[in-house]
């Protein structure tokens, strides 16, 4: 699944969030963490059955509608279309108020966009749904960090550490929380755990100095 995938990062000074579906370099440590993480993939195409025969079917009917929102929903937002994306994510939410994911990409679209307050209340919906969705409290610790939110964004980059220990961008980026916030023994801490699961990353230069 791409939502299980690396996160972009965003540039101070950036118009918006980097594309959701490539994987550039990372940032420079003194840049923001990313705003939005990659979209799930599109869920499998289900047949719609053409006549429901009872309201059990009507139900299953409006449920295949909002797939086909979501996947299509998801397509738009891989090809750069985020109103469009966003209007489909809107749709599903609609027919399926329950939609986790939808809360989640909707989050995206929304902080790709710079909706960052609307966005934060997508991600923490998408976590009522889903408690233990790692990727939701990583978008949310982003947006909370473009939202000035430093401790909050603390706490959302170590709850996705939490149900992903091997997440090296939430080390990485929870480590660039740390310094800003001058706790800068934790902040080398989590930069050295984040390499080593990810080599590629950056050096910071906070461990330029160090061997």
Not at 69 to 79: D, F, H, I, P, T
Not at 177 to 196: C, F, H
Request: charged share 20%; proline share 12%; hydrophobic share 30%.
């Amino acid at each position: 699944m791409l939502y299980l995938a690396l996160f972009l990062a965003v540039l101070v000074g950036c118009s918006g969030p980097p594309p959701v579906v490539t994987r550039p370099a990372p940032p420079s440590p003194t840049a923001p963490p990313p705003a939005v993480p990659p979209a799930p993939q599109p869920p499998p195409a289900v047949k719609q059955r053409e006549k429901p025969a009872d309201r059990h079917e009507e139900k299953s009917a409006e449920t295949i509608h909002a797939e086909e929102y979501y996947s299509r929903g998801v397509s738009k937002q891989n090809a750069g279309d985020h109103p469009g994306a966003l209007a489909d994510f809107t749709q599903t939410l609609t027919l399926k108020p329950n939609h986790a994911d939808a809360y989640f990409n909707r989050g995206l679209v929304k902080a790709r966009l710079g909706d960052y307050q609307s966005a934060l209340a997508d991600f923490t919906q998408a976590l009522t749904l889903k408690p233990n969705h790692a990727d939701a409290y990583y978008g949310r610790g982003s947006t909370k960090w473009h939202l000035g939110d430093y401790s909050g964004a603390l706490a959302d980059f170590s709850n996705t550490l939490r149900r992903n220990p091997n997440h090296a961008e939430a080390y990485y980026y929870r480590g660039l929380v740390k310094e800003k916030l001058g706790e800068t023994e934790d902040a080398i801490n989590d930069y050295t755990q984040a390499l080593k699961l990810n080599p590629k990353l950056p050096k910071p230069k906070i461990l330029e100095s160090r061997p």
